[in-house]
């Protein structure tokens, strides 16, 4: 008779839990903890049970503002949060997991003066114009101009990589915004016969702008008929697009994963009923800046870079 339940045992649980965590977050991990070591020991801190929550807090407050680069410099203030945050998760890990003491540098009272140094070291750093976050750039009319004529629309890629620049500067589109678009965010404008007018209304609902549910954003952003060069009218673009969507696409997401198949004679769909995934379209318009010459290892691009 077949077990309703199997017998993995509570070591191989484990075992499996820490197989299961990506091998790049493991590696991230050991270096900054070896860091944090290698910092405890010049200045001869000892972590062990009997090392009060009063202490560590101390000794993350120290290691908050005087972390440095192997070289002696400063690290951006970016990684400085990251790291301070890995190393206090790991401090919680090791006092959990080897003495049975639960501490939280995250939330705890005696911790505070700690996280206040991470934020002053931060805010010093952001002072400093090589040490602040780098943000995006913004992609020239010309740039922009080039990254849409890469594109071919007789194939599926190029056809929703057209239209995702063409909307991209037309709605002002955020970063991640295109990954959750749906095909009912946009609605074809008639007038009062039931004609088209040639406006597409576009109007997220569930965006970052539209947390209260089902409500309509209070303005809505507008596709227009481009007529002086059709070739890039984000309205026909759009249309064919949406053309493209076989009967058995039940996904309402806009943008589709593209069927491999799509150029068989016995095949005439041109998508799968799945999405792309959000690192897929993350990677967009990166790829197409690359494409016209642009450095991005100079410069940091991405979807951000077309608002």
């Not at 590696?27 to 903890?33: A, F, G, I, L, P």
């Not at 006092?95 to 505070?112: A, G, M, R």
């Not at 954003?217 to 002086?228: F, G, I, P, Q, R």
Request: with cysteine; proline share 3%.
């Amino acid at each position: 008779m077949n077990k309703r339940f199997s017998d993995k045992s509570l070591s191989d649980i484990g075992d499996s839990i820490v197989s299961s965590v990506p091998q790049n977050t493991r590696k991230s991990h050991s270096s900054v903890w070896s860091q944090f070591e290698n910092f405890c020991s010049e200045r001869n801190y000892i972590l062990q049970a009997s090392t009060t929550p009063e202490e560590i807090s101390n000794i993350l407050m120290d290691y908050a503002y005087n972390m440095k680069k192997v070289d002696g410099s400063d690290y951006k203030e970016s990684c400085v949060k990251t790291m301070w945050n890995v190393t206090a998760k790991l401090v919680q890990e090791k006092f959990f997991n080897e003495y049975q003491i639960s501490i939280n540098p995250f939330n705890d009272l005696c911790f505070k003066k700690a996280r206040n140094a991470r934020d002053s070291k931060r805010r010093e750093l952001q002072a400093q114009a090589d040490k602040r976050k780098v943000s995006s750039v913004a992609l020239t009319e010309e740039e922009l101009m080039k990254i849409k004529n890469l594109y071919l629309e007789e194939n599926p890629d190029g056809l929703q990589k057209k239209l995702f620049f063409l909307a991209s500067y037309e709605l002002a589109w955020r970063g991640g915004e295109a990954t959750n678009c749906l095909i009912k965010h946009f609605k074809y404008e008639t007038d009062n016969n039931g004609k088209r007018t040639g406006r597409v209304e576009y109007n997220p609902i569930f965006s970052k702008t539209a947390q209260g549910g089902n409500h309509r954003l209070e303005d809505s952003k507008w596709l227009t008929t481009n007529k002086a060069d059709l070739h890039m009218c984000p309205v026909r673009v759009l249309t064919l697009l949406l053309s493209k969507r076989t009967p058995n696409i039940t996904c309402e997401r806009l943008f589709l994963t593209v069927n491999p198949y799509w150029k068989k004679s016995s095949s005439s769909a041109w998508y799968k009923n799945t999405p792309i995934g959000r690192n897929e379209i993350n990677k967009w318009t990166r790829c197409a800046a690359e494409e016209i010459g642009i450095d991005t290892k100079k410069v940091k691009i991405t979807n951000h870079s077309t608002r």
